[in-house]
């Protein structure tokens, strides 16, 4: 019995030693940024985090700062269409944070907010500028939208990173917390010899497809992005895509957008300030699809029941920057575009955020951003 006990002593022993090692290693090779109040989560391929909703979840800790800050959130065209390192190099008053996860509907974006007010003092909400980046493909109901095999129907990719490293549990009615808020980033601290060794896992994978395919991921980059075009082919099956994934015929959901319209209310009503930003599809797109008339009527309810609001501003770009060959796909400006977009929302915030004088309850994105466009292939 005393040798299997010192063989369970050594072993344990040898155990913690080895986890100890690879969250020091960690530190090393992906160590963490000082800077609070802003963080760049589309950059989750390079961090320790691989992911973006990962990220988010494990990351957000960085907003618990009293400073002003400008959080955009939204759908992956959020992600890649405002750049947060353009927007903040033009924005001198507040710290940018771009939380944009791929394929967010109204419902991920609310739990997103919840995530950011979780880690902050109320105290320091009014601090708080949420963009939020908005179109039709947003509006789907989480049964309909998160429907997989591999999740409960209905739980977001958020709350699978709830419950991924035991820090939440799940239950009937969601997940429920098992780690107080104020202890997140010690849970973390805790889990990083896990995250490094899936990190480890994940290149060697990356690795082996780059000998077998040419390729890391399945992911472009952005010289490919800037390059890529849309067959008719790629279009018809973008549009059946869309048809099929939004679960209805040709309706956006209105539960959505009622949650859309209360979360505004509820930022308003604790001080915060909303940039609500209708974004632009290519045309071939916006015509086509049976979804957008909906949509664009839902955006202008929306504005309109907030305007005048002092802490509440929308904008719209559809009109203009719709051009074919300015986006990668149905979806997603290339690069170029990517800086006309984040230069006018670095605008709209200056005034907005930095001088607290907003010309209008909304702004319309004309003119100027048409002809910077242009002037790219």
Not at 185 to 203: C, F, M, N, Q, S
């Amino acid at each position: 019995m005393k040798y299997i006990l010192r063989q369970a002593a050594l072993t344990f022993v040898s155990f913690a030693f080895l986890y100890a090692t690879l969250g020091a290693l960690s530190f090393l090779m992906f160590p963490e940024s000082a800077s609070e109040g802003q963080r760049d989560f589309q950059n989750a391929e390079q961090t320790l985090y691989m992911t973006v909703p990962k990220y988010v979840f494990l990351g957000h800790g960085v907003l618990n700062s009293p400073t002003e800050k400008a959080i955009l959130i939204g759908a992956s065209n959020t992600g890649v269409g405002f750049i947060q390192k353009t927007v903040q190099s033009k924005l001198a008053c507040a710290k940018v944070s771009n939380l944009a996860v791929g394929g967010a509907n109204i419902s991920e974006v609310k739990q997103i907010i919840d995530l950011v007010h979780q880690v902050q003092r109320p105290a320091d909400w009014s601090s708080n500028t949420f963009v939020i980046g908005v179109s039709f493909g947003m509006f789907i109901d989480s049964d309909v939208k998160y429907s997989d095999p591999d999740r409960n129907r209905g739980e977001t990719d958020i709350d699978l990173e709830k419950y991924r490293y035991g820090f939440y549990r799940r239950t009937p009615e969601g997940p429920v917390a098992l780690l107080p808020d104020n202890w997140l980033d010690a849970g973390v601290l805790a889990i990083r010899p896990i995250l490094v060794t899936e990190k480890i896992a994940r290149e060697i994978r990356a690795g082996v497809n780059l000998l077998r395919t040419g390729r890391r991921s399945a992911q472009r980059n952005e010289a490919e992005r800037e390059v890529a075009s849309m067959s008719e082919q790629d279009k018809k099956k973008a549009l059946d895509y869309w048809n099929e994934a939004m679960g209805t015929k040709g309706e956006i959901s209105l539960g959505q957008v009622a949650l859309l319209k209360d979360t505004i209310d509820t930022l308003l009503r604790s001080g915060e300030r909303v940039v609500l930003v209708d974004l632009p599809i290519p045309a071939w797109h916006r015509d086509a699809s049976p979804f957008q008339r909906g949509y664009e009527q839902a955006f202008a309810d929306l504005s309109g029941q907030f305007a005048g609001q002092r802490n509440f501003v929308s904008m719209s770009m559809s009109d203009d920057l719709s051009r074919e060959q300015d986006y990668s796909d149905e979806a997603h400006p290339k690069p170029h575009l990517a800086n006309v977009w984040s230069d006018r929302l670095a605008n709209v915030l200056n005034s907005f955020v930095c001088h607290a004088n907003p010309e209008a309850a909304h702004v319309s994105l004309r003119g100027s951003d048409q002809s910077s466009a242009a002037t790219h292939p």
